[in-house]
């Protein structure tokens, strides 16, 4: 027997909530993502999800927190997984970096960060949050790397807070389509900076 239709101001799950979102970003951009919208994709009224989320700000924000949750399982089966550091390192890289132009986590990523000058003490707090887990993880890796001896022995969190913002300025660049950034060009740059910064004579 199906499922009884859910009413209009019933309340879906709030992860099917932030699926729905992050979907109409893929689709249709920053610009397509209204409440009225969202509310007639989900079922809902643009009142009631305002009742659930307070501001569009805080809807983005919750929206990027799960998608990074996601991304930060990612990134944890990887780092763990098998293989030489370097390899783990260039799996990192992988996942950090736009898929391409309009990459929906990245179009949300950045226009967080563009809200965020009106941010409240909290939400700066988690966007630190997301911010220093990715830092965290790479800075181990390179240490392991440097113990393992397969980098050079450097101060780990300084490289990588460079590498990251390497990365960060090159996936701008790819996630509004800069002439000249793809995606493939960029990682054959960031790679040429490791090999010169991590991997050259120790």
């Given at each position: 027997?199906?499922?009884?239709?859910?009413?209009?101001n019933?309340?879906?799950?709030?992860e099917?909530?932030?699926?729905a979102?992050?979907?109409?970003v893929a689709?249709?951009?920053?610009?397509?993502?209204t409440?009225?919208?969202?509310?007639?994709e989900?079922?809902?009224?643009?009142?009631h999800?305002?009742y659930?989320?307070r501001?569009k700000d805080?809807?983005?924000?919750q929206?990027l927190?799960?998608s990074e949750?996601?991304?930060?399982a990612?990134?944890r089966?990887?780092?763990?997984?098998?293989?030489?550091?370097?390899?783990r390192l260039?799996?990192y890289?992988?996942?950090?970096?736009?898929?391409?132009?309009r990459?929906?986590?990245?179009?949300l990523?950045?226009e967080?960060?563009?809200?965020?000058?009106?941010?409240?003490d909290?939400?700066r707090?988690?966007q630190?949050?997301?911010?220093?887990?990715?830092?965290?993880?790479?800075v181990?890796?390179l240490?392991?790397?440097?113990s393992?001896?397969?980098?050079?022995?450097?101060d780990a969190?300084?490289?990588?807070?460079?590498?990251?913002?390497?990365?960060?300025?090159?996936?701008?660049?790819?996630?509004v389509?800069?002439?000249?950034?793809?995606?493939?060009q960029?990682l054959e740059r960031?790679?040429?900076?490791?090999?010169?910064t991590?991997?050259?004579?120790?």
């Open positions: 027997m199906p499922p009884a239709p859910r009413s209009r019933a309340a879906p799950p709030r099917d909530l932030l699926a979102v992050m979907a109409t689709e249709r951009g920053l610009d397509g993502l409440m009225a919208a969202l509310g007639r989900v079922g809902m009224s643009s009142g999800l305002l659930y989320f501001t805080e809807l983005l924000l929206t927190e799960w949750n996601r991304l930060g990612e990134r089966r990887l780092l763990s997984g098998p293989g030489t550091v370097r390899e260039d799996a890289v992988a996942l950090y970096l736009p898929d391409g132009h990459d929906p986590h990245w179009t990523w950045l967080v960060w563009n809200r965020s000058r009106d941010a409240d909290d939400a707090a988690r630190a949050a997301i911010e220093g887990a990715w830092h965290r993880d790479l181990a890796l240490a392991e790397g440097g393992r001896g397969e980098f050079r022995r450097v969190d300084r490289a990588a807070t460079r590498l990251r913002a390497l990365l960060d300025g090159f996936s701008v660049h790819v996630a389509g800069l002439p000249g950034t793809s995606r493939n960029v960031v790679t040429e900076f490791i090999d010169e991590l991997t050259g004579p120790h």
